[in-house]
DNA sequence: GTCTTGACTAAGC
DNA sequence: GGCTTAGCCAAGA
């Protein structure tokens, strides 16, 4: 069987089970981690494609502006919604707020909201 | 091969 | 704060 090479798809699902508990990050930002950059889209993709079986956490992951990326009234949104709160992720509407639950890898080095 | 769609983002109005 | 436009990349028809 050859080494499989990793898949785009379990790069991203990694990137994904790496959000710790109680916290959230963009599609954005896991492309990045993820290695495959202004592929945000790719994300969500994958995300879409992930086995109901899995146990990534994919209801940690959000858009940009902090807001669950289904549209509000599906039952995805709330399914979403209810995970994230159980973790203890607080709504503030329809919004997250990032200041508080966006997870920012390696706080030493990463540069996030650099002007 | 081209065209459309998509769990996106940033900038402009 | 919300809608529109443009940019981006990959998968599917």
Do not use: C
């Amino acid at each position: 069987m050859r080494n499989r090479r990793i898949n785009r798809d379990e790069l991203i699902w990694h990137a994904v089970a790496a959000i710790p508990f109680g916290m959230v990050a963009t599609y954005g930002q896991i492309a990045e981690w993820a290695g495959l950059p202004r592929q945000a889209r790719q994300v969500g993709y994958a995300l879409h494609n992930l086995p109901a079986d899995s146990t990534v956490p994919w209801h940690r992951v959000i858009n940009a502006k902090g807001m669950i990326a289904f549209p509000p009234g599906s039952a995805q949104y709330y399914r979403q919604r209810e995970l994230l709160n159980s973790e203890g992720v607080l709504f503030v509407g329809q919004r997250i707020d990032m200041r508080r639950f966006r997870w920012k890898p390696t706080m030493d080095e990463a540069v996030w909201g650099v002007p």
